[in-house]
Nanobody, 126 residues
Framework: QVQLVESGGGLVQAGGSLRLSCAASRGSINMDSMGWFRQAPGKQRVFVAAISWNSGRTKYEDSVDGRFIISRDNGKNTVYLRMNNLKREDTAIYSC???????????????????WGPGTQVTVSS
């Protein structure tokens, strides 16, 4: 079974950047779509970005489109989330997960993902 571990979170000032990593410590994710989600305090987990297995397709939540970039390196079994121009409202725990489906459409519902990592905290200060 795939096990995912996120890293790269931390404290950053508004306007700054971070790059999150999601590595498969066990198993392979090279043939799967991958997604990033986030959960702010007291709120539900929400979709951030997704990428197809071959990086041919990406999908972003509207509030991060143009600021965040999802990418992957299948040789390293790792998915990344580059976050630029961070805002206070980006503060959350960020988690990655493996897509359950293998069709042409990237999913944004958390029910379409599995093998969730424990998450990494991102805090944006003003």
């Amino acid at each position: 079974q795939v096990q995912l571990v996120e890293s790269g979170g931390g404290l950053v000032q508004a306007g700054g950047s971070l790059r999150l990593s999601c590595a498969a410590s066990r198993g392979s994710i090279n043939m799967d779509s991958m997604g990033w989600f986030r959960q702010a305090p007291g709120k539900q987990r929400v979709f951030v970005a997704a990428i197809s297995w071959n990086s041919g397709r990406t999908k972003y939540e509207d509030s991060v489109d143009g600021r965040f970039i999802i990418s992957r390196d299948n040789g390293k079994n790792t998915v990344y989330l580059r976050m630029n121009n961070l805002k206070r409202e980006d503060t959350a725990i960020y988690s990655c997960a493996v897509g359950r489906t293998h069709g042409p459409v990237l999913r944004s519902d958390s029910y379409d993902y599995e093998h969730w990592g424990p998450g990494t905290q991102v805090t944006v200060s003003s």
